[in-house]
Structures are given as structure tokens and as C-alpha cells.
């Protein structure tokens, strides 16, 4: 109750911020004379949402972000496997991937409108695209991360490709996958907004750019306002979707100056890190003799740590 009283809180504060740099005039160097109040923009508000453009635009939006999210999301998560299990498919896909990576998004508008034959099947396009690469990313990074020890146990109990892939890969991959669709969405959003500012008919982006060619600015901010709150609903609804599926993961809360259990310092005398040895044995730590038995120690392990073994093996791993 205390986190909700704080973000509340914050909140009030910047409308509240707002209201008097805007009502007050303030220009020291930032124009804030320029700007709308926050009633002036609460007032907008409600005559947007007593007319039928304001539902149309949310609902045109909408379509756009979660068509195009859905399609990213799909083939982000099947080309990120795809190429992080395959060395052929990472030799004939990755060159065109990295190059098409750095290009943003909404400069892919031209090669829409030329694509294809509607402005609204260009705005699924870019929206798409602009999902598709952290998707990718996040996905391949997360199968690459993942220890050829379960593979290896699945392949031992007698089971295939298609079992690891259902047992192993998808389910150890998916926090990343998550992380990948939770910035996905987000970029989604910028990018479905600037398409409809420059090429589409309806939406919360067109029309946040007619109110400004109007001089309506207002309406620009209720505009804004409306993107930000579907923003933030829709990465909600990932994060939510994504803790759902996760449950398998541990989930710990930090609390500035809360300590580890056992880290508090006791009264008593102090344990050695090697206490498995009697005291005053007069053995150095880890050497696992009694004393005076005159056996040598046994030589040091000079096994691999798990991340350079998982290494070395993951090359036999690939399919």
C-alpha cells in the first residue's frame, strides 16, 4: 500500500508542478507560457471522450500495435532460435539481420508505401519490424546462454530434437524472450505513432498531429497523455504475462539495509570457510586427510568451471 501511496503521490506532485509553472507564466528559459494547463487539458479531455474520432483513433491504433506485436513476436522468437541452433541458418541469415538491425523503423515508411498497396498494411509493417530485432536479439542471447547439461540429460532419458526444443530450449529461454517482447512493445508504440503522423488517415497519432497543424495544443496533450496510458497498459499486460510464465523463477525484493541471513556478526569464535576439518587438525583447507596419517593430499581437480566446459560443448550441441 505504501509503493501505491508513493506513485500516487509523484504523480499528483508532477500535475501539480505542471499546473503552477503553466498558470504562473514561467519563462526563465523553458517556455512554460507556451504551454496548456493541466485543466485546459483535462477540459479537451473530456470533450474527446464524449465523440465518436476519439474510440475510433483507439481502436485503429490498437489494431496496428498489437497486429504488428503479435506478428514480431512470432517470428522474432522462431528466427532468434532458428539462428542460435543453427550454424548454417546463422551463416545465411545473420549478414542481412545485423545489416537490416541499425535501420531504424519509421525510415522504413518509403519502402511501405512502395511495398504495399494500403497505408494501413505499411503501418503493420513497420510496426512489426520495429519488434521483430529486440525480440530476435533477446531470444538468441537466451538460447546461447542455456547449459548443454540439459540437453544432455534429455538425451540420456531418450529423448529427440523436438523434445529438447519443447523441454529445454523454449522454457529456458523465456525470461529473455520476455525481456525482448517488454522492449519490443515499447518501440512498437514510437513507431506506430510516427507512422500515422506521417501516412495514416486514423489513429491516436494522426490525430495528435491534425491538433497540432491547428495550433490545438490541448488536444496535442490529450493526445499524448492517451499514448502514454496505452503504453503503459500493454507493457503491464507483457510484464504480467511474462511473471505467469516464469513462476519457476525465484523472485526476491530488495530492501535498502536489509541483510543476508547469517551475515549479522555472533558473539562466538569464528568459523574457517573449511570447518569441515576437526579442530586443530593442522590440515590446510580442502585437503580432506586426518593428521599425521603422512598421506599426501590428493592432487587439485583441474576440471573445467561449468561456463568454459558449457563452452567447449556447445558447438556439439548445434542441429
Known amino acids: 500500500m505504501r509503493r501505491y501511496a508513493l506513485r500516487l503521490g509523484s504523480l499528483a506532485a508532477a500535475l501539480g508542478l505542471w499546473q ?43 489494431t496496428r500495435i498489437l497486429t504488428g506485436f503479435l506478428l514480431a513476436a512470432v517470428l522474432g522468437v522462431a528466427t532468434g532460435v532458428l539462428v542460435a541452433r543453427s550454424r548454417l541458418a546463422e551463416d545465411l541469415l545473420g ?16 519502402v511501405a508505401i512502395l511495398l504495399f498497396p494500403s497505408n494501413e ?9 520495429a ?12 538460447v546461447r546462454a542455456l547449459t548443454p547439461v540439459w540437453e544432455e540429460a534429455v538425451l540420456t532419458m531418450g529423448g529427440g530434437r523436438w523434445r529438447i526444443l519443447c523441454s529445454v530450449v523454449l ?37 495528435t498531429w491534425q491538433d497540432y497543424t491547428v495550433v490545438d495544443y490541448p488536444g496535442v496533450f490529450v493526445g499524448m497523455a492517451t499514448i502514454g496510458v496505452l503504453g503503459w497498459l500493454t507493457s503491464t499486460g507483457v510484464e504480467l504475462l511474462g511473471r505467469r510464465l516464469t513462476r519457476w523463477l525465484p523472485r526476491t525484493a530488495y530492501e535498502p539495509g536489509a541483510r543476508a541471513p547469517g551475515s549479522a556478526r555472533s558473539g562466538g569464535a569464528r568459523q ?33 568451471p561449468d561456463g568454459a566446459r558449457a563452452e567447449e560443448t556447445r558447438d556439439e550441441h548445434l542441429v
Open 171 to 207: 522454457p529456458g529461454a523465456l525470461p529473455g524472450v520476455f525481456g525482448g517482447l517488454s522492449v519490443g512493445i515499447g518501440v512498437s508504440w514510437i513507431c506506430v505513432i510516427s507512422a500515422e503522423m506521417i501516412s495514416g488517415q486514423y489513429g491516436v497519432g494522426y490525430r
Open 272 to 304: 574457517p570457510a573449511w570447518s569441515g576439518q576437526p579442530a586443530g587438525s593442522g590440515q590446510p583447507p580442502g585437503s580432506g586427510q586426518p593428521a599425521g596419517s603422512g598421506q599426501p593430499a590428493p592432487a587439485a581437480s583441474t576440471a573445467l
Open 121 to 129: 498494411q505499411g503501418i503493420v509493417f513497420i510496426t512489426c519490424t
Open 20 to 62: 503552477a509553472l503553466t498558470s504562473w507564466n514561467v519563462d526563465l528559459w523553458l517556455r512554460f507560457s507556451q504551454f496548456p494547463t493541466v485543466a485546459d487539458v483535462a477540459r479537451a479531455f473530456a470533450a474527446r471522450l464524449s465523440g465518436p474520432d476519439y474510440w475510433t483513433d483507439l481502436t485503429d491504433s490498437l
Open 95 to 110: 549478414p542481412v539481420l545485423e545489416v537490416i538491425r541499425p535501420v531504424p523503423a519509421i525510415a522504413l515508411v518509403p
Open 131 to 142: 519488434a521483430f530485432f529486440p525480440v530476435l536479439v533477446s531470444t538468441r542471447h537466451a
